[in-house]
């Protein structure tokens, strides 16, 4: 069988550049369903992009490769698309945008508009090996009991990274990558909770407050969620993506708020209150007992000093931590890391060294914020591969 362009893999990236690749379409994945990642994500409701989507929000070795994609093909191109197939939406907190109903409607749409494309889409369709000759790629595919081999033309990699492996992530397009020529940057889970010795936390599991995570390198300020293997939530996802095994990360327990001068004026005005009362004001409860284990919160706030005061504010927005490491792969929502941008043109996502190669989504070393980014580069990364291809 010949076909002008194959798609490896039928997730966000690869749906919709097929809907966009030009006639001759090919789209291949093992899965039994397309969008699998696009139908768990966001709860079931799918955080499609984001309203503030800007490349600050996106790591890789080369800081520049996603600039010219996201500017082509932006948030507000996305939401029309969404809108044109009258898909209602909300905005929750810092521009994330989801569906107003199920996942599967982003599915659907994807799906309809490779039809009206005239695409094809095999699925339970695994990928036995890939040569190039003569300007073509030659595809094995094993599919219903059977191999078969389909040549093509052009050969996109979107098949992800390796995030979520029981929905079946390998990193094939990685090995495929490197097959050709390809350099791969280091990959490692990302917007991932982090896991801490011992069950520290364990006492407090399900406690959720607002704070800022921050180390040398980026800082958040979103919720922070304590769990019986370690910390999760927002702000904890995305601090994980700029942390590294054995360093520590900080948290400010008050971000936006001056400890100081609200415990200096709680003691002019109710000095019999308890410190800890007063800090249950401001914190979760169980959380407030969890820190008394480990700091000095006795007495009343007429009792302290101003240098008390000053050492509990050191410690309560300066709570140095030291993770153990993520939980890896298994629960990470992307991956940090892949294919290495310099081998592909930025404007095209094809190879500079191998025509009619191209790689696009989660496959490249692009990550994105939590909040949609990731999204955000899918349909963007793959409608520059799509364009180029067709013509």
Same mark, same amino acid.
């Given at each position: ?167 079946? $992530? ?140 000053? $050492? ?80």
């Amino acid at each position: 069988m010949q076909v002008r362009t194959l798609i490896l893999g039928a997730g966000a990236a690869g749906m919709m550049a097929a809907a966009h690749a030009g006639p001759g379409t090919l789209v291949v994945d093992h899965a039994a369903s397309p969008g699998e990642k696009i139908r768990i994500s966001g709860g079931g409701r799918c955080n499609f992009t984001n309203l503030h989507c800007g490349p600050e929000a996106f790591l890789g070795a080369n800081a520049h490769f996603h600039k010219s994609a996201l500017a082509r093909y932006s948030q507000w191109d996305f939401l029309d698309l969404v809108g044109r197939y009258g898909i209602a939406w909300h905005e929750k907190t810092l521009g994330q945008l989801f569906c107003d109903g199920k996942a599967t409607q982003i599915v659907d749409m994807l799906r309809q508009e490779m039809t009206q494309a005239g695409a094809d889409l095999w699925l339970k369709t695994t990928v036995a090996g890939v040569t190039h000759a003569d300007g073509r790629f030659r595809v094995a595919l094993d599919r219903e009991g059977r191999r078969e081999t389909v040549t093509a033309g052009a050969l996109i990699l979107a098949t992800g990274g390796k995030s979520i492996p029981k929905m079946g $992530a390998t990193g094939l397009a990685y090995d495929l990558a490197r097959q050709f020529g390809h350099a791969i940057t280091e990959t490692r889970p990302a917007l991932v909770p982090l896991v801490f010795e011992k069950g520290r936390f364990a006492g407090i599991s399900g406690v959720s407050t607002p704070a800022r995570l921050s180390n040398d390198r980026a800082g958040f300020d979103e919720a922070l969620l304590f769990t019986h293997r370690g910390l999760s939530g927002p702000a904890i996802l995305q601090i994980s993506s700029y942390w590294r095994e054995g360093e520590e990360i900080v948290a400010n327990l008050f971000p936006g708020t001056d400890l100081s001068e609200v415990l200096k004026s709680a003691r002019a005005a109710e000095g019999r209150r308890s410190l800890t009362t007063e800090l249950a004001r401001h914190l979760p409860q169980r959380l407030v007992a969890h820190l008394g284990e480990s700091l000095d919160l006795t007495g009343n706030l007429a009792d302290l000093s101003d240098r008390r005061i000053a $050492a509990l504010t050191e410690s309560l927005t300066g709570w140095r931590l030291k993770p153990a490491a993520s939980e890896g792969y298994r629960t990470a929502e992307v991956t940090l890391g892949g294919i290495d941008t310099d081998g592909f043109d930025s404007r095209t996502m094809m190879s500079k060294t191998l025509p009619g190669l191209y790689a696009i989504g989660e496959a490249l070393d692009v990550t994105g914020w939590l909040g949609g980014y990731n999204f955000q580069w899918a349909w963007a990364s793959a409608m520059a591969a799509a364009r180029h291809r067709a013509g």
